[in-house]
Every structure is written in C-alpha cells, then in structure tokens.
C-alpha cells in the first residue's frame, strides 16, 4: 500500500465503543500515513447509503474527553511517529445543537477548512458490510472530507479494519449522552517542550471546554532553570509556533492568546474574564494555589477541571512513568540533533568526533567509553602538556612572552606561576592560548593522520577548549557532555579538592552548556548510573556507524 505524508481518519463508531477500537485503527493508519494524522469524529455518520454525506455540528458530552485521551495514548503506543491531531471545529455547545449521532441542518464547514498540512488520503473506521460497497463508501468518504477540509486534488481513500464492528457492543450504545459544561475562557499553563500526546490531550481538552477564548501561559526563564536536561528544551519562538500552528489545526474559532511566564500564576490570577483552569492529577494544587491568589485578588475562583495523566508504556529506568517532556529529552541524548556541517576539505578516513564539556562533565569518561567502543582516543589535555616541554616551539615562545622567572630548577615550565601570572587578565590569558593552541592543533592532527595509517576508522577528540579553541575545522561532528551546575560543582569538590565557591568560579569561567548545546551535533549526559551512561554511548557509537555507512554509499568510499 501507498505512503502518504498526511492523512484524515474519520472515526464513524459512537463514543461508547471506540475504546477498544482506537488502537488498532490507528496502527492500521500508520501503515499508510507516515507524517501527519488528523482525527475526525462524526460518530454514526453512514457512509452507504448512496446519498451525500455531509458534516454536522456535535454537541461535545461527558464521554469525548477520556476517549479523546485514550486516542493519544494509544497514538503514544502503536504509532508514536505520527504527529496526531484531533480536530474539533464540529464541536460546538449551544442550545438546539444535534446530540452525538443525529443529523443537523447546520454546516459548521461553510467552506473548506485549510490545514497545515494538506491531506493526501482519507481514512475511516466505518464498518462496511457488505464489500461490493467499497466503491460507493469510498466516493462518498472522499466526498465527506473535501466538505470539511481542503485536501489535495487527488485525495486517496481507505476503509481500515472493516471487522472491527461488535453488535454486542453496539447495543450499549446510548442514544442521549449528558453534554459537558463550557466555559467562555479557560485557561492553562505548561512547558509544551517538544508537544508530545499529553500535551495535545490537554490543549484538545481545554478546546472542548472553551466558547471564546484560550489563554495559553507557556514556561520561560526562571521556571525552566530546575527542568531535567533544560538545555534540551526547545526556544520559547519554537515552542510558541507549535502550539499556534496546532491550535489553529484543531479548532480556529477560538481566540487563541499565548503568554510568557516567569512565575507560576502568570495572568491567571489577574484576569477577571477566565471561568476554568485546566489541571492534571500531579498540577491540582497549582490551580488551588491560582484560586487562593485569585480570592486575594478579588476575582471569582475558576473550575479546576481535571485530566488524568497519560502512562508511557515506552519509559526507561531513568524517565517518568507519564509520557512527559524530560522523558523525550532523555532519548534524544546519544541521537543526532542536527546535521553535521559539511567539511569538503577534510578526510571521510577516519570520521572524527570532537567530544567537549565543562568541567565535571564526565566528558574524558565518555571517550574512553568511545575507546572501547573501538575509536582512536586523542587527548587534547595530554598533548597541550607536551606543548610545554623543554625545546618545543610552544616552550621557547613562552618564556619569550611571560619572562623565565616562570621555569622550575630543571628548566620545565612550572604550570602554576605561569597560571597566576594569567589568573584574571583576559589579555595575557589570550597571548598563552595564541601560543599553545596552534601547536596542539598540530599535534592533533599528526595523531589522526597517524590512526589513518593504522587502518583506523573512527577518532573522538577529548578536548575542553575544542569550540574556544576554533577546532570545529578539525572534526566532523561536535559532541558535548553536559551535567547540571549543581552536580559539576560536587564532582570537582570532591575531585579537586577545592572550595565549592573556587569550583562555582571555574564553571563560570567556561563555556555554559546551553552555549555548548548550540554547536552540537549530539548530546550526552553522565548525570545517572554508569550502565546508563553506557547505553546512551553505545546508541550514539551504534548511529554513527550508520552515518558513516550512508557517507559511503553516498560519496562511493569503500566499506
């Protein structure tokens, strides 16, 4: 079967027995869209009938929320590539509105709705029963989403799962469902890094709930300095566009408005408009702490409106039970970020990885991990040492630029004079690593060249100064090791020997991970146990050896 980037799967079975069918439906779809999967619901919508089916405004009840958060939970299990959106412009709560199931007269599609992405393929769970039928349902359903939304002129169709009908099922059905109570604003808040299935459940929800308008407060700054892998998170534009170009997908009546926040009530303790706030098991007393901050305000207390969390049945060790944002941080660590910067000018023999990170980092463990993974292991801390050795180039141009009050009785270089004369001077700093840089990058060199004459097929750089020093030019990739502050100080304390203050200073004096982060290809972290930092080395080797692969295939190099 035929791969499309974007599909619309409309869901004809009633409320009461998607349940069970949502799961395999979707994994049906995933078979055939690869990208981008919109959900529609028109339950009992009759696709066989030989008459134009056509779109009907839905009164939301009690029974859409929990089963719109079952759909993205088992999108999180069977199908957790698809970028899955449930689109609710055919719910509307008013008055003379046509229960679930039952036709209106009203168009809640005057025109075509336009997508962010078009639809290539219309899909549908309807139970087709008789299969010399397929034809007409097919027409009919092509017919049922080019009323709805704007699709590609030649839009596909497919009937998934036609067995998936039970008639004891079926007699469950309720005929009148209790409508769900709206509100004219509603309000949340959240980080909504990298919009995952809880995210879309919540933000559906408060789409659902809200008549007018959706105030939307989204983490920034402060609020993220205690997030696990924070420098994994993305920018607040980012995160901001996601969240407008989804919204507009799911219901474009509403008033969207999207607002910083730098403390955890942000305008929902101020905005004398709102009626509900939208909480989670673990965030509740967040929204009894907006509510208490509201009464001192003299505003009205707000609905705490409540939705479960979503389970993750993909967690790791290390990750949270609930599908959440850090867990989706963590199994980025050891993957490609972003591509390398094409380097014409240097060998694809051997592939260099140059690995960073500030002190504490873990980042000389990580190459002898990579070491006995089977790369060439080039210390650049090792080699700035022999730059220092009596009779080197590096040498004689030291004690012509800092004096030779700086030497030891047997001529060496003692290392900590010449540090204190340094310490603080930017400018005398700049004049050593002018110096010594240059000639490590020499050294660096002659050892790769040295590992390619061996046959060898990988090197991982270890170097501090990699990025400061301008070695980018050097390797093909850019690794960095990162550890929050908190726990590089500990380690260098107890390393060192040192003053946690002089610690603090050192950090402060390098390179911040978020700036490392910028310029990587890929980033790991040594922050749990060893066997984990094992794993994430062994991913990140295992992903390279494909790249490297596909660099074969692709420029026509010998395996």
């Known amino acids: ?77 069977v199908c957790s590539h698809l970028d899955v959106r449930v689109l609710l412009t055919h719910f509307k709560a008013r008055s003379g ?163 910083p926040l730098s403390d955890p009530f942000g305008p929902s303790v101020t905005d004398p408009q709102l009626q509900c706030i939208v909480v989670s098991e673990e965030t509740r007393r967040g929204g009894e702490a907006v509510n208490r901050k509201r009464a001192e ?64 980092s873990g980042k000389s463990a990580l190459s002898q991990r990579l070491e006995g993974l089977g790369a060439v292991r080039v210390d650049a801390d090792q080699l700035g040492h022999e730059t220092y050795i009596p009779g080197s180039v590096a040498y004689h141009k030291i004690l012509q630029e800092f004096g030779r009050d700086i030497l030891n009785e047997d001529q060496t270089i003692n290392r900590r004079d010449l540090g204190r004369k340094v310490f603080g001077d930017k400018e005398r700093l700049k004049a050593l690593t002018d110096i010594v840089w240059p000639e490590i990058a020499l050294l660096v060199k002659a050892r790769i060249q040295q590992a390619k004459k061996e046959g060898k097929h990988v090197c991982v750089l270890d170097a501090a100064v990699l990025l400061e020093a301008g070695w980018k030019d050097m390797v093909h990739e850019v690794w960095v090791a990162i550890i929050p502050e908190e726990e590089a100080v500990k380690r260098i304390v107890e390393r060192d020997g040192i003053s946690k203050e002089d610690a603090l200073r050192r950090l402060q004096s390098q390179w911040s991970n978020a700036r490392l982060v910028e310029q990587a ?18 991913k990140a080797w295992n992903l390279l050896q494909e790249r490297i692969q596909q660099n074969k295939e692709e420029t026509g190099l010998p395996s």
């Open 97 to 259: 509105v046509p229960q679930v199931g039952a036709s209106a007269v009203s168009n809640p599609f005057p025109s075509p709705q336009t997508l962010s992405h078009f639809p290539e393929v219309v899909l549908t769970d309807y139970p087709l029963q008789d299969p010399s039928q397929s034809s007409l349902v097919s027409q009919c359903l092509q017919r049922y989403a080019g009323y709805c939304y704007v699709c590609t002129p030649e839009l596909s169709s497919v009937i998934l799962h036609p067995q998936l009908k039970c008639e004891d099922e079926e007699q469950k059905r309720i005929e009148k469902e209790e409508p769900i109570e709206t509100y004219s604003d509603v309000v949340v808040g959240g980080t909504f890094d990298r919009l995952h299935g809880a995210h879309r459940t919540l933000l559906n929800i408060c789409c659902l709930l809200a008549n007018r308008r959706f105030l939307i407060g989204v983490c920034d700054q402060e609020l993220l300095k205690n997030k696990v892998l924070k420098e994994l998170i993305e920018p607040y534009s980012r995160r901001v566009q996601k969240l407008k170009e989804f919204l507009n997908d799911v219901k474009p009546s509403l008033q969207y408005e999207i607002v």
């Open 1 to 77: 079967m035929s791969m499309f980037s974007t599909g619309l799967l409309v869901l004809t079975s009633p409320l009461q027995t998607l349940p069970l069918r949502l799961a395999p439906v979707l994994s049906s779809a995933a078979q055939v869209v690869e990208r981008t999967l919109y959900v529609h619901f028109h339950p009992g919508l009759n696709l066989a009938t030989g008459t134009q089916a056509r779109p009907a405004f839905i009164q939301p009840v009690v029974d859409l929320p929990s089963v719109i958060s079952r759909l993205y939970s088992n999108a999180a299990d």
């Open 297 to 360: 305000n003299g505003l009205s207390e707000l609905v705490l409106y409540e939705i479960p969390l979503i389970k993750d049945a993909h967690h790791t060790d290390i990750e949270e039970e609930k599908i959440s944002s850090s867990s989706l941080r963590s199994r980025l660590l050891g993957t490609l970020l972003k591509p390398p910067t094409p380097r014409p000018a240097l060998s694809q023999v051997p592939y260099v990885i140059g690995l960073t990170g500030g002190s504490g």
């Open 521 to 538: 290809n890929v980033v790991l972290c040594t922050l749990w146990e060893p066997d984990v930092t094992q794993r994430q080395v062994v």
